[in-house]
């Protein structure tokens, strides 16, 4: 709220004329001291940042963490410390591949990143509403996502770009075939469950390290929009889930999500003896393995009071962990802990997690200083560098992480030996015969209609190519597919 009714300069000084110009009589010229003008016209310029390269339509709230299970067996980590604990968030949902004013109902997957402003710092888990991704090593993340925007000669989506990608790459498939299916066009926000698709790690009280997945599972229940609906909505509603989020909590809907984890022991994670890497992010842990543990429920009760300030400057890394959260040796976990920091300090500056939205409420304590917008008083008169003989600082060794035991060889690896690191069908094939005939209908329908998009001299090349992966996920996805694409399979090298 404002504290005073007067208008004023940035500075501060009180000025009465904001709608005319000084000039040299009623018609002008104008004059170069009118620094109002100046002020007005050049912040305006500068009222765009960078967007995101990728999720940069999003929207968000605040809301309450709450535990509702004991699982401190697992971890240490405070936010977990007790049943009823409570636990202040920020949730930013999004879509991925469109520009800032993109429809809201795009088919794509949903961002779905989460800051938990814990006493041991803020601990973000920055996520989708998709289990897997569409690749496991970082290297490859610029180029499947040039795929995904604008081609660079028609500066049009490119459905050929796409589906040429994705067929090169059949570590895709889990991945695309959730993108193709009901759950590619969430009704809005609020109906979609959330995972925080990495593998990461907890440790216990005894330095135990144990692996998890964590899962947000929807408390308003799954509900989707078919392709058709979706375009429809598109035209009639752009900002349809901004909408839907606002409306709700400004409503007093809240809605809720239940957070569940999966464990499995450093044991089980290091005994090769499993059929797939528990690291690798086209994968999940199949339930009947691994079971969901209730942990607790995640409300959102909390419009922001302005959307530029707390969601556009909303900064989330993976890379930011608590005491009793680890990483793992995901690959794509292991690059997003460079990238994401990374584009915030392009985006943002080098100190943007002293925006207010970013900056963890309780006390941070280090020797960084100086850098643009530094606004948290930068250290005062306290040493800026350690060791010194001046301070206090204490290293407190029980937030030492126990050691990971690694036995390898440095490459840049690609285990094609290894039966399950190549196994690209079984997941979405168990993925389509869990979907009852009407999804597997909508599924096959849709992915028609996004194939149809594919044109050009490679037209068919790809298509075969893509059809002979639909064919090994599923034979009768395969021949429906064809079918609807006109496609004479005796023709398929398969
Ligand atoms: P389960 O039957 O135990 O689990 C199936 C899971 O699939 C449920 O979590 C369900 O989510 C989810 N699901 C159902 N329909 C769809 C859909 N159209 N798109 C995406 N997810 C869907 O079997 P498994 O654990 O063995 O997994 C079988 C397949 O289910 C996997 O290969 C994977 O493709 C998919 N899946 C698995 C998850 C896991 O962590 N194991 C998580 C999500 C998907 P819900 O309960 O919310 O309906």
Redesign the pocket.
Same mark, same amino acid.
């Given at each position: 709220m404002k504290s005073h009714n007067k208008l004023t300069t940035a500075s501060g000084r009180p000025f009465v004329e904001n709608e005319n110009s000084q000039s040299i009589g009623p018609r002008g010229p104008l004059l170069l001291q009118d620094y109002i003008l100046h002020e007005k016209m050049a912040h305006f310029n500068r009222e765009r940042i960078p967007e995101r390269v990728v999720h940069a339509k999003g929207s968000g709230a605040f809301g309450t963490f709450t535990v509702t299970h004991d699982i401190t067996k697992y971890t240490k980590a405070k936010v977990f410390s007790g049943i009823g604990k409570e636990t202040k968030v920020l949730l930013r949902f999004s879509t991925v591949g469109g520009e800032k004013g993109s429809a809201d109902t795009e088919r794509d997957p949903r961002g779905f990143a989460i800051k938990f402003y814990t006493e041991d710092g803020n601990w973000d888990l920055v996520g989708n509403n998709?289990?897997?991704f569409f690749i496991k090593d970082p290297k490859k993340f610029g180029d499947f996502i040039h795929t995904q925007k604008r081609d660079p000669y028609t500066n049009m989506k490119s459905p050929t770009m796409m589906w040429d990608y994705w067929s090169l790459n059949p570590e895709s498939l889990?991945q695309v075939?959730?993108l193709m299916?009901?759950?590619g066009t969430p009704y809005g926000y609020r109906h979609m469950?959330g995972?925080g698709s990495h593998t990461f790690s907890m440790i216990n009280n005894a330095n135990e390290r144990f692996y998890v997945?964590f899962?947000f599972?929807?408390a308003q229940g799954?509900k989707n929009f078919t392709n058709e609906e979706a375009a429809q909505m598109k035209a009639h509603d752009m900002d349809f889930s901004q909408r839907d989020l606002i409306e709700n909590i400004d409503a007093g809907n809240f809605p809720k999500w239940n957070l569940k984890i999966?464990v499995m022991t450093e044991a089980q994670a290091n005994s090769q003896e499993y059929y797939f890497n528990p690291f690798d992010l086209t994968?999940?842990? @199949?339930?009947?393995?691994?079971p969901?543990i209730d942990v607790g429920v995640l409300e959102l009760n909390q419009n922001p009071h302005n959307y530029f300030q707390d969601i556009e400057q909303a900064a989330f890394a993976p890379a930011h962990i608590v005491n009793g959260i680890g990483y793992s040796p995901d690959k794509m976990l292991q690059g997003r802990l460079l990238s994401y920091p990374d584009a915030h300090r392009y985006r943002l500056g080098a100190n943007y997690e002293q925006i207010p939205v970013n900056r963890c409420p309780f006390a941070t304590n280090n020797y960084q200083r100086d850098g643009q917008m530094r606004i948290d008083g930068n250290g005062g008169e306290n040493p800026n560098y350690y060791p010194n003989s001046f301070d206090d600082m204490k290293i407190d060794p029980a937030y030492k992480e126990p050691p990971l035991e690694v036995q390898s060889t440095i490459a840049d690896w690609y285990d094609r030996n290894c039966e399950g690191e190549n196994d690209h069908y079984?997941? @979405?094939?168990?993925?389509f015969?869990?979907?009852t005939p009407k999804?597997q209908e909508n599924?096959v329908h849709n992915i028609i209609s996004a194939m149809s998009g594919i044109e050009g001299p490679k037209k068919s090349e790809i298509i075969n190519r893509q059809l002979c992966h639909w064919y090994r996920v599923d034979g009768r996805l395969g021949a429906a597919v064809a079918d609807g694409l006109g496609v004479d399979v005796d023709m398929l090298e398969r």
């Open positions: 998709t289990p897997v889990h075939l959730i299916s009901d759950r469950n995972y997945k899962h599972k929807t799954i999966q994968k999940v842990w @199949p339930h009947a393995d691994f969901l079984t997941q @979405p094939g168990n993925l015969k869990i979907m999804q599924t």
